[in-house]
C-alpha cells in the first residue's frame, strides 16, 4: 500500500465519523499518536491526512492544542446551475448560456472549437516543461507589457501577414475582450459614439454598452462596409471609433476586399476616425486577405488578437498592437485596473505550445478538416431550406437565414428547453434587423441539431399557414 | 544521439547557413529528402527541423511548394527595458518600477514575496497533475463565476475568518486588482465620490483615477479610520462607497479595532454607505481581527481577496464576495468586458496547490519567518532613525517615518539609480502629507539597503545643516 493510499484511508475514516456524527462540529479529534496506534499507520501518515483534512476545511488547527471539526464540517452540496430559461434573449444570453452550459446542454450556437479538435497534447507537453521552470515564473507578477518572447512571436507572425510592428507595440492582455475594453478605456468616453457592423460579434455591443457608448452600425455586405452608408454615418453621426473584424468577419465568415479596404482607410483618415481591427481568426485563413493595420502601419488602426481559438480558451491571453504611445498608456491602465496583464505561467505555457515544432500541423490539419464540414454542413442545412449568406473562405461559422421569416430567437429559446444553446442572428444586429438569422458552429453542429432545425422549422411552418 | 538532438543539429546547420547569407530572405531551402541526404538523417527528422524554424517564424511554408527563408529571419534582439528614472514619482510609479525592474534590480518598496519564500514545490507538483486534466479544463472557456471547487474553498475559509457567504455569492476573477475595477464599474459613475484611508494602498488612486472617481480621503489612525473626520466627510462629501483594507492595513501594518469597526459600519448605515474591504493580506493574520463583512453580512460590505500574497502572483486569480444579486451582475459585467474571469487551467492549479495538505504549513513557517524578519528589521531601521509608526501583527510591511523630515520620494529617486525601488510615504497618500514616510518590505529589505538608507540618511541630514 502506499503512502498516499494510506493518508486517504485516514481521510476517510475522519469524514465517515463526521457523517455519522460521532464526531461533531467543534469535537477535537483524536490525537496524532492515538489515532495512528489505532490505525496501525505511521504519526507521519495522521498529520498528513489531517493536513489534507485542514486544507479541505473540514478540521482545522489551534497551534498547540491539536486538531477539532469545523463548524461546518459538511462539503457544501454542488449545486446545478442549469439553463436560464426566463432570461432575456439579448447579446449577454448567447454568451452566458454557452459558458455557463452543463456538460449535458450542447452548443451549435458558441463561439469555439471542441476540446478534442484542440492541440491539447502539445498543451500538455508544456504544462509539464512550464513546472520546471524557474520559479520567478511561478510565482512573480510579470512585466507590465507582458512576455517578450510571446511578444516577439506574435510580432514575427503578424509580420507574416504584412503587419509591421515590432514587440515594442504589442501588449499582452487577459483576452481579446480585454484587450478592446482597455482601447475603449484610453478612447472613450462615456456617451461617445461608435461604430459597428450590422452583423457583428454580439459581444461588442455588451462590452459598449458597459463603457455607456452609443453604438451605430453600418450594414455590412460580402465585401466589407456598405461604403456610402459608412460615409453617411461618418458625417451625419461623427464616431469616434469603428470596431470591425479583419481576415474572417463575425458571424458572417465575409472577408473585406482590397478595394473596401483602401476606401475605408481613406474614410477614416477624412473624418479622423480611429479603426479596431479584431482579428482573432486570422489563422483561420487559407491565404491573406487584406488588412487595415497592414495598409495603415497602425498609425489609426489598432489590431487586437488571440489564440483562444486555435490552441485554448482555458489559458486566457490575448493581444493589442497599436502606436508605441498608445501601448505605453494602455499599458499604465493594464495596471491601475488589473496589476498587470495575463498570468506570466500561462504565458509560458502558450509561447511553449506556440513554438512546439506542431503547431503549424495542427493549424494546416485544422483548417482542413473545418473546410470539409463547412462543405458538409452547408449541403445539410441546405436541405433545411437554410443559406449561408455568403460561403466563407475560412473558420468555423456559418451564417444563415431561415426560410419563411422564421423567428430565429423563438428557435433558440425552444432549443435551449432541448438542451442545445444557439445564436439567433439579432444578437449580433444593433438594428435588430436579423430576426431570420442565426450563425452556426460548424465543429459543434451535430445531426441531432440538425433534425432539431427541421421539426421547429416544420412547426414555423404549419404556424404561418395557419 | 536521440531525435530532438539530431532534429536541433538540423536547426543549428539552417540558422547557420541563414546567419553566413548563404541562404538569404526569400530563399528556397533544400528539399527535405535532399537535406536528409546531405546531412544523414531521416526526412522526418528534418520535417521536425523544418516546423520548429516555422513556428520560430526563421522560414515559411507554401502549400506544394516547399520551405522558404522568412523576410525578416533574424530573431529580434531582445531589447532592455532599463529604469525609467525621468518619470514622475506617482501612484503608478512604484508599480511600474518593481513589475519591470531588471533581474539585477531590488524591490524593497514591492508588495510581494521573494519567490523562494514560496511554496514553488507545491506549485509545480499541481502544474503536473492539471497537465493531466480533462482536455475540457485545458481548452475550453470556464463557468462565467469561476470554478466551482475553488469557489467553495474560499467559501470554507471564509468561514474560518468569521465570514458566512456561499459559493454562489463569489466570483472568480484575474486579480484582486481586477475584483476592485469590476466593483467599480457595477456601482460607480464617472464623477462620483469615492473614500479612501490616508495612507492606503497606492493602486487605489491610479484605480480610482481611471474610473474618473473624485478621492476624498480619511485620516487613519492605528486602530482604523479617524470616526470623527470620517463622520464629517459623510455628512460634507457624501462618497458613495469606503475602500479600505482590513485584517492587515497597506500600508501601515494596521488592524482595525472592533470598536472602530462596528462605528464604521453604524456611520456606513446612517449614510448609506457602501464599504469595499480589501482583505488581501487576511491569511497572513496570526489571530482573527474584526472584520467588517463578518459583522454586516454581505449587506452593504463586499469582500476582496486573492492568494497572489501567499501562493503565487504568476497565477492571477482574485475574488470578490458580496450579495448574490450583485455577483450576478458582475458576472455580467465580466463576461462583457473579459469573456469570463481568471483562466480554467490556472483555478484548477490554485486549487490543487491549496489543497494539497503543505499549504497550512507553508503558511504557519510564512508567519513565523516573517515575525522574525519584522522584529530584525524594526531593529535595524530603527538603529537608522527609522520608527514604524505602530508595530504590526502580521505581513511583510512596516510603515516608517524618516528623521529630520527627509524627503522620501528623493531617497526613492536617488535609490532608483542604485538599482533599488523603494515605495516613497506620498504615493500612498491623497493628501500628500507623507512625504517623510516609507513603506518598506521586510522580506525584500538587505543589508545593502540599509546601508544605502543610512547614507541617503545622512547625506539629508547633512544638507538641512548647510
Redesign the interface.
Known amino acids: 500500500m502506499t503512502e498516499a493510499t494510506r493518508r486517504n484511508l485516514v481521510v476517510e475514516h475522519i469524514n465517515r465519523r463526521i457523517q455519522s456524527r460521532t464526531l461533531g462540529p467543534g469535537d477535537k479529534l483524536p490525537s496524532v499518536r492515538g489515532l495512528a496506534a489505532t490505525l496501525q499507520v505511521s504519526a507521519s501518515t495522521v498529520v ?2 489531517y ?2 483534512l ?4 473540514i478540521i ?2 489551534r ?1 498547540g492544542s491539536g486538531f477539532f471539526v ?3 464540517a459538511q ?2 452540496a ?2 446545478q ?1 442549469g439553463p436560464q430559461l426566463e432570461r432575456e434573449v439579448d447579446s ?1 444570453w448567447v ?2 448560456q ?3 452550459a452543463e456538460n449535458d446542454v450542447t452548443k451549435p450556437g458558441c463561439g ?1 472549437l471542441p ?2 479538435w ?1 492541440p ?1 497534447d502539445a ?2 507537453r508544456a ?2 516543461q ?3 521552470a ?12 507582458g512576455h ?2 510571446l511578444r ?2 506574435i ?3 503578424l ?2 501577414q504584412a503587419i509591421e510592428a ?3 507595440c504589442i501588449l499582452l492582455t ?5 484587450a478592446l ?1 482597455l482601447v475603449c ?1 484610453l478612447l472613450l468616453s ?1 456617451g461617445d459614439t461608435v461604430l459597428v457592423d450590422d452583423p457583428c460579434y454580439f ?1 461588442f455591443h ?2 459598449l ?2 463603457h455607456q457608448i452609443k453604438i451605430v452600425s453600418v450594414p455590412f455586405t460580402p465585401k466589407g462596409p456598405n461604403l456610402a452608408a459608412l460615409e453617411d454615418i461618418l458625417k451625419d453621426q461623427r464616431p469616434r471609433l469603428y470596431l470591425t473584424n479583419s481576415a474572417l468577419h463575425n458571424p458572417t465568415g465575409a472577408t473585406l476586399s482590397a478595394t473596401t479596404a483602401h476606401r475605408v482607410l481613406s474614410l477614416a483618415e477624412t473624418h479622423d476616425l480611429i479603426i479596431v481591427e479584431d482579428a482573432i481568426f486570422a489563422e483561420f485563413e487559407p491565404t491573406l486577405s487584406p488588412r487595415l493595420a497592414a495598409l495603415d502601419g497602425h498609425n489609426r488602426v489598432l489590431t487586437i488578437g488571440s489564440y ?1 481559438k486555435t ?6 491571453c490575448g493581444h493589442i498592437v497599436a502606436r508605441r504611445d498608445w501601448i505605453e498608456a494602455l ?3 493594464q ?6 496583464g ?5 504565458s509560458e ?1 502558450l509561447h511553449t505550445a ?8 495542427h493549424m ?1 490539419a485544422l483548417i482542413s478538416r473545418l473546410d470539409r464540414r463547412r462543405s458538409q454542413m452547408t449541403r445539410e442545412l441546405g436541405a433545411l431550406g437554410l443559406k449561408p449568406w455568403v460561403k466563407p473562405r475560412g473558420g468555423f461559422y456559418l451564417w444563415c437565414e431561415f426560410p419563411n421569416q422564421i423567428d430565429a430567437a423563438s428557435v433558440a429559446r425552444r432549443s435551449l428547453t432541448r438542451g442545445a444553446v444557439f445564436a439567433p442572428g439579432n444578437v449580433f444586429s444593433a438594428s435588430q434587423s436579423m430576426s431570420s438569422f442565426m450563425r452556426f458552429n460548424v465543429s459543434q453542429l451535430e445531426s441531432g441539431h440538425l433534425k432539431l432545425l427541421g421539426e421547429l422549422i416544420k412547426a414555423g411552418d404549419t404556424a404561418d399557414r395557419t
Do not use: C
Not at 485542514?54 to 476545511?57: C, H, I, K, L, T
Not at 524557474?134 to 507589457?145: F, I, R
Not at 495596471?335 to 498587470?340: E, K
Open positions: 498528513e491526512a493536513d489534507v485542514v486544507a479541505e476545511g482545522w488547527a497551534r469545523a463548524d461546518r462539503p457544501f454542488v449545486s446551475t449577454l454568451a452566458r454557452s459558458i455557463d469555439w476540446s478534442d484542440m491539447v498543451l500538455r504544462m509539464r512550464v513546472a520546471r524557474s520559479s520567478a515564473v511561478l510565482t512573480d507578477y510579470g512585466n507590465a507589457q517578450l518572447e516577439h512571436l510580432a514575427r507572425k509580420h507574416d515590432g514587440p515594442d487577459n483576452s481579446g475582450s480585454q475594453d478605456r462615456p459581444n455588451a462590452l454598452r458597459a483562444s490552441l485554448s480558451a482555458s489559458l486566457r499599458t499604465d491602465l495596471v491601475a485596473t488589473n496589476f498587470g495575463p498570468s506570466p505561467m500561462v505555457v506556440l513554438t512546439d515544432g506542431g503547431y503549424r500541423k494546416e
